[in-house]
């Protein structure tokens, strides 16, 4: 663990059907950051990410008509100036992921500690703490969505008042 200036390389190509398919790179350079890195394309946040401990650093967004060949950290410069957090990782899709990215349990405190538990290519190995992909949700964990969670403190409001 430490605080780095990091460089982020991205090599892409605009998507077929473009007239340009010769492939390009760029590199952005954040500001200092605490480690554990990874980088990641979001789709869903049209951005390339830098996760890192205690949260996300945006590269560069606007990613729709592109493909993208190749994300690495290229660099990574010792700095002061950045707090190491307490990040948390949960196992999603055999990807160790932040919890600050979707608002999970957070099952495990390092990214060390969770790499050594999740199964690579989304499998959730036995005896391996992982999050269920699709709800976010430990293994051994009922979770509710938002509507359910409301029904149930509505009712439970109702009858908060009532005499047994």
Known sequence: MGC????????YKLKAGFSNQNPSTVTHTSPCLASPFTVELDRSADGV??????????????WVNYDLLDLSIV????????????????????????????????????????QAVC??????????????????????????DQGEFSAAEALISKIGSEVC
């Open 4 to 11: 780095f200036v990091v460089t982020v390389s991205i090599t």
């Open 49 to 62: 990410f830098l996760n890192y401990d205690g949260g996300r650093w945006l590269a560069e967004g606007g």
């Open 75 to 114: 660099d990574q410069t010792p700095c002061t100036g950045c707090t190491p957090g307490t990040s948390s990782y949960d196992c999603i899709n055999g990807t160790c992921t932040l919890t600050s990215k979707y608002n999970t349990p957070g099952l495990y405190t390092s990214l060390s500690d969770c």
């Open 119 to 144: 199964a690579n290519g989304g499998a959730c190995a036995e005896g391996k703490k992982c999050v269920d992909p699709t709800t976010f949700c430990p293994d051994g964990k009922i979770c509710i």
